[in-house]
Structure formats: C-alpha cells, structure tokens
T-cell receptor, first 113, second 115 residues
Framework: KQEVTQIPAALSVPEGENLVLNCSFT??????LQWFRQDPGKGLTSLLL?????REQTSGRLNASLDKSSGRSTLYIAASQPGDSATYLC????????????FGKGTHLIIQP | ETGVTQTPRHLVMGMTNKKSLKCEQHLGHNAMYWYKQSAKKPLELMFV???????ENNSVPSRFSPECPNSSHLFLHLHTLQPEDSALYLCASSQDGAGADEKLFFGSGTQLSVL
C-alpha cells in the first residue's frame, strides 16, 4: 500500500527566505506527483504536477523536483512571502485511468512578515 | 474559482438525519471524486466515477451513498452518520484519467458536523 510522508509537519520562517518542503513515497511505481496548496477551511489548489518521466517542474517562485527511484520529491519556494502561508500537500497517483491520489498529511507553512 | 462548486459549504446534522452533498463541475471533465479530510489525517479517497460509472469504492461504509447522474454532477447521500464522520468532504474532477499530465481540480468542500 502506497504511503506518502511529508517533512516537516510544520515550518515557520521569516519573509524573504528560500525554503524546501520534502515528500517521500514508499512505492516508486507512480504515474505522476502533484503538489497542492490548501488555505484554512478551503479546498485544494494545484501548484505543480510532475509526470513520472520528468525530473522537475517550475512555476514562478516554485520549483518541484522528482526522484522516482528513491521515492522523493521536493518543493522549493524562493523568496517566501506572507501570502505563501498555507498547508502544502504532496500526492502521488498510482496509475492511468480515473485513479485517485494518495496524499501526505501536509506541511503547515507560516511566513512571518 | 476552480470550476468545481460544492454545496452546502457547511452542514450540521443529527445522527438520524438524511442529507445530501452536491458537487458540480463546469470544466467538461469526465471523472469525479469524493475525498474525506479529517483532522490530523491525510485526505482519504472515498469514491471515483469515470463517465458516470463508479470505478472505485475505497471500503466506504454504506451510510455514505454516492450518485453520479451525469458527468457534471456528483452527489453524496448521507444517512445515520456517526460523530466520527465529521470532516471536510471534498469533491474533485479530472478530464478522464488517461493523461499523465492530468491534474485534479478540487472544490472548496463541505464542512460536515454530526451531532
């Protein structure tokens, strides 16, 4: 059974710092990996998706990497801002077809002004 | 606005009530999903529908009954729930599950409290 672990569970840093969120998964046979952002009491917003054949994806100040063989992904946030404060969730998809995602518990991020 | 709308946003119900959660997507997708998010737990997949057919039931108790009348609408019918069923229920959709670059789009969720 696939398990997804995110470290750290919580992180608080001053504004302007660069930071890295970590995600690991136990079964490397994944179809893709997706990073989401969730604001309190809200749904999830997709940030980046990395296909199993890709190594990284970038969007603005965000960069996600994938090392499928070792079962790891990182989300790099450059020049953090208070508006980046949210919970960041990592999820892997096991196969094609309408297949659900397996999620980690998330990293709760606070950016101090 | 992600194109996935869930109603109601909040719901309080007693254990003997019957209620329904509604999800509608305006993205032209063919796959829809129900997820449960409880405090301090990862999101749990409940049901998957693809082209209106249920393709996955993740061992969900029968007090939760999904319905997908068409590719744009998904319901979750609730009856005789337990207090531990209190959670945020999230609906999601995707194109048809076939593409490796296919993303899931989520609604804002229904916060359910069972008294």
């Amino acid at each position: 059974k696939q398990e997804v672990t995110q470290i750290p569970a919580a992180l608080s840093v001053p504004e302007g710092e660069n930071l890295v969120l970590n995600c690991s998964f136990t079964d490397s046979a994944i179809y893709n990996l997706q990073w989401f952002r969730q604001d309190p009491g809200k749904g999830l917003t997709s940030l980046l998706l990395i296909q199993s054949s890709q190594r990284e994806q970038t969007s603005g100040r965000l960069n996600a990497s994938l090392d499928k063989s070792s079962g790891r992904s990182t989300l790099y946030i450059a020049a953090s801002q208070p508006g980046d404060s949210a919970t960041y969730l990592c999820a892997v998809r096991r196969g094609g077809g309408a297949d659900g995602l397996t999620f980690g518990k998330g990293t709760h991020l606070i950016i101090q002004p | 606005e992600t194109g996935v709308t869930q109603t109601p946003r909040h719901l309080v119900m007693g254990m003997t009530n019957k209620k329904s959660l509604k999800c509608e997507q305006h993205l032209g997708h063919n796959a829809m999903y129900w997820y449960k998010q409880s405090a301090k737990k990862p999101l749990e997949l409940m049901f998957v529908y693809n082209f209106k057919e249920q393709t996955e039931n993740n061992s969900v108790p029968s007090r939760f009954s999904p319905e997908c009348p068409n590719s744009s609408h998904l319901f979750l019918h609730l009856h005789t729930l337990q207090p531990e069923d209190s959670a945020l229920y999230l609906c999601a959709s995707s194109q048809d599950g076939a593409g490796a670059d296919e993303k899931l789009f989520f609604g804002s969720g229904t916060q359910l409290s069972v008294l």
